[in-house]
């Protein structure tokens, strides 16, 4: 077994550069086991399997299967009663392509790829070319391009002018508002912290993502009472007091400094109040069944008859799944699971959004194993969704917000391990088959002037930091399309090149609570 410790100081850098990288604070000390391997499979393929496709009846066969299939697919015109969206974190294409190896084998697919309809997303933001989580969550998710670094306000909103967040003008509801105001339930799930920006796109309306706790609008010299932080926004804001459903990680924010967490973790909330006991409080007046819960045990045994359920694993962000304990902390699959059971539970229908957050957070370290197996866990909780509904009645919409600069590139041979070598490169040296544009992996020439090429044994490890070609403390997004995989109710519109923010108009019209087109039932024979 081997140990290997890293600390992360990225706070500082993003301070100085303003630059838009998610990891903003010190992280602790983690300790990993590179024995648990549980996604990845790296196998010989069998000498039936490599007889199989030497054959061109094979691929001729199969190639017929796909077109009958395609042929035999009756679209889907009903009204979507549940809509939900899974949002991988920096899932770009290259990543989902690596992860089919990664469990497998290049032919293999994740869940989602089944699904009958995809397209493309085109990610940019009203002031930048590469998109952050902030304001691409504030386009999937509220259907409006904004500027970088801003959540749920439209682009005549500044990065941190707290007067232009205040104008209820520039305010830009999210789709789970869009349900909401039709009666129907709403939740999120994710691995980051609850206040992140992706989740945050679901509920907050905020000039700048780092707002999480009334602390940072301190630091950036400004008046929390207001300049709302994001975690009371979540308590108390007109959507976030109205989700049935809150899954995952980010205790501290909603945690006086002077109170510790029920795993020791202090608190960073500079106004002494306790949002986890104002929730409860506020949930026992409005007279619902509610749960707070913090660890896998209890979520597990939530009550099917509970309607408001807020769930924190973590103080931070939560584990990654390589390197959770599997006792205390559950899987995404696991919180997708508990919240469907919940948002199920009236007959109403729903919206849930369910983010896969480490993928990027991974990437941005250049730590390829992780970001991969996060990928992973993330088609399992899609899995997950797909057992727990019907087809016929939810539309399942799973994309990514913005890509990262992973390529999976040179000419390996099939079956190949995707954490190896692709070959010699031109100075007689091996080079790898993932590598990054830029990031902490880069690696200076060596005294001799040749290539520092990683061993084996480095690659191997899951906090290996794959080689980049640009030093930067952390990698950074991509500006390439990302892709939409849809099915269920509509989910033949979701496809072509689109801009990213035309998805939740997508969502809002296949479910029939749009704003802009309404639904007749004449929309629907069209
Ligand atoms: C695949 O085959 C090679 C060469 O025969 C062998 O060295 C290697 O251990 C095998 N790998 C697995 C995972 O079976
Ligand atoms: C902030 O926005 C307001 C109006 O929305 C504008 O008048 C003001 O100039 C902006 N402040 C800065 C510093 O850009
Ligand atoms: C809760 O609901 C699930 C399925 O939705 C069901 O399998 C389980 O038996 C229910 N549990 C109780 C205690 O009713
Ligand atoms: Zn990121």
């Not at 410790?5 to 990993?32: D, K, R, T």
């Not at 799930?189 to 700048?208: E, F, I, L, M, R």
Request: aromatic share 8%; hydrophobic share 35%; charged share 25%.
């Amino acid at each position: 077994m081997m140990f290997v410790c890293y600390l992360l100081f990225i706070g500082l850098y993003v301070q100085v550069l303003g630059h838009p990288a998610e990891i903003n604070e010190i992280e602790e000390e983690v300790e990993f086991d590179v024995d648990a391997f549980p996604n990845r499979v790296v196998r010989n393929r069998t000498q039936e399997e490599i007889d199989k496709e030497i054959r061109k009846d094979y691929w001729i066969n199969h190639a017929t299967m796909t077109i009958q299939e395609k042929l035999s697919r009756k679209l889907n015109r009903n009204t979507a009663k549940n809509v939900i969206l899974f949002l991988g974190d920096g899932m770009s294409i290259p990543t989902v392509a690596a992860t089919r190896v990664y469990i497998g084998g290049e032919e293999k697919e994740l869940t989602f790829e089944k699904f009958p309809f995809t397209g493309l997303s085109k990610t940019y933001c009203v002031d930048h070319q590469t998109a952050d989580s902030a304001c691409s969550a504030t386009a999937y998710l509220g259907g409006v391009k904004a500027n970088l670094g801003t959540i749920g306000v439209s682009a005549a909103v500044s990065k941190k002018n707290c007067t232009a967040m205040n104008d209820p003008e520039n305010h830009v509801d999210s789709i789970a508002r869009l349900f909401q105001l039709k009666g129907k339930r709403s939740g999120l799930v994710t691995n980051t912290k609850v206040t992140h920006a992706s989740p945050a796109g679901v509920y907050a309306h905020t000039a700048y993502r780092n707002w999480e706790s009334d602390t940072s609008v301190l630091k950036s010299g400004l008046d929390p009472t207001t300049c709302q932080d994001i975690a009371r926004q979540l308590i108390f804001g007109d959507t976030g007091k109205n989700l049935q459903v809150i899954l995952g990680g980010g205790r501290k924010k909603f945690l006086p400094k002077e109170e510790v967490d029920e795993e020791g973790k202090r608190g960073e909330r500079s106004d002494g109040a306790n949002l986890i006991e104002e929730w409860k409080k506020q949930k026992e007046r409005a007279g619902v069944r509610f749960e707070y819960v913090w660890n896998r045990e209890q979520l597990l045994h939530v009550q099917n008859d509970t309607e408001y359920l807020l769930g924190l694993f973590s103080s931070s962000h939560m584990d990654y799944n390589l390197e959770r304990d599997r006792d205390s902390d559950p899987s995404l699959a696991e919180m997708t699971e508990a919240a469907i059971r919940v948002l199920s539970g009236g007959d109403e229908g729903f919206f849930l959004f369910v983010e896969g957050g480490r993928i990027d957070t991974a990437h941005h370290d250049t730590f390829a194993q992780k970001a991969l197996d996060e990928t992973a866990e993330f088609s399992k909780a899609v899995q997950m969704a797909l057992e727990m509904t019907d087809e016929e009645d939810t539309l399942i919409v799973v994309t990514s917000d913005h890509a990262h600069t992973m390529s999976y590139a040179g000419y390996a041979g099939r079956g190949s391990d995707i954490f190896g070598y692709a070959g010699e490169a031109s100075d007689r040296n091996l080079y790898t088959i993932l590598n990054y544009a830029n990031g902490p992996g880069y690696r200076p020439l060596m005294e001799t002037g040749q290539r520092s090429v990683p061993t084996a044994d480095e690659m191997n490890q899951v906090g290996f930091k794959w080689p980049s070609t640009y030093p930067l403390q952390s990698e950074t997004h991509g500006a390439d399309d990302v892709g939409v995989y849809a099915r269920g109710p509509w989910s033949h519109l979701f496809t072509g090149v689109m801009e990213e923010n035309v998805l939740p108009h997508l969502m809002a019209f296949a479910a029939c609570v749009s704003r802009e087109l309404p639904c007749d039932s004449s929309k629907k024979e069209a």
